[in-house]
């Protein structure tokens, strides 16, 4: 069965700083990958997703994901943080034998600080 | 516009009274699901549903249950509520393919007391 791991369960980062959000999942092929945020009070919104093809991917907000399948990780990442980016971010694996789950990983929540 | 409409938003309820969440989606998607969302747990998928009269147990199904008998709803069912059962809840909606986004609903905040 897949699974998902997010190291980090809370981040704090200044206003203007870089972001990077670990991500590893396990699969055993090639998954579909895909980066949720959620506000507070919100549901979920999808930043972006991978299928095939370019391993690096834009998404929404600035932000954009890597996959990389030698490390099994899809991590997120942002140049430079807005405050409006405080948030709990969630990675999620679906696989291809189960069309419509979602694997999620615990979230990391993002703090920014002025 | 796309959505997926969950009701109430908001519920408290006492342990064994009956209640049921709404969830409607207007995109014409085959796939729906359940999640629950619990701190350090992320989401976890309660029930799903590939099509009408056609649902399956997920990772964490004891406790509820659903039914789809029209596309577009999948009600969540807690027939007997316990406190174990505070919980954030989404619904999900998607097409009945592999890696297909989905989109969820804002979530009903469930307290049982």
């Known amino acids: 069965a897949q699974s998902v791991t997010q190291p980090d369960i809370h981040i704090t980062v200044s206003e203007g700083a870089s972001l990077e959000l670990r991500c590893n999942y396990s699969?055993?092929?090639?998954?579909?990958l895909f980066w949720y945020v959620q506000s507070p009070g919100q549901g979920l919104q999808l930043l972006l997703k991978?299928?095939?093809?370019?391993?690096l991917v834009q998404g929404i907000k600035g932000f954009e994901a890597e996959f990389k399948r030698s490390q099994s990780s899809f991590n997120l990442r942002k140049p430079s943080v807005h405050w409006s980016d405080a948030a709990e971010y969630f990675c999620a694996v679906g696989a291809g034998d189960s069309w419509g789950k979602l694997q999620f990983g615990a979230g990391t929540q993002v703090v920014v600080t002025p | 516009e796309a959505q997926v409409t969950q009701n109430p938003r908001y519920l408290i309820t006492v342990t064994g009274k009956k209640l049921t969440v709404t969830c409607s989606q207007n995109m014409n998607h085959e796939y729906m699901s359940w999640y629950r969302q619990d701190p350090g747990l992320g989401l976890r998928q309660i029930y799903y549903?590939?099509?009408?009269?056609?649902?399956d147990k997920g990772d964490v199904p004891e406790g509820y249950k659903v039914s789809r008998k029209e596309k577009r709803n999948f009600p969540l069912i807690l027939e007997s509520p316990s406190p174990n059962q505070t919980s954030l809840y989404f619904c999900?909606?998607?097409?009945?393919?592999?890696?297909?986004?989905?989109?969820f609903g804002q979530g009903t905040r469930l307290t049982v007391v």
């Open positions: 991978y299928f095939s093809g370019d391993t």
């Open positions: 699969y055993g092929a090639t998954p579909y």
């Open positions: 999900a909606s998607s097409l009945n393919r592999g890696g297909t986004e989905a989109f």
């Open positions: 549903s590939m099509n009408v009269e056609v649902t």
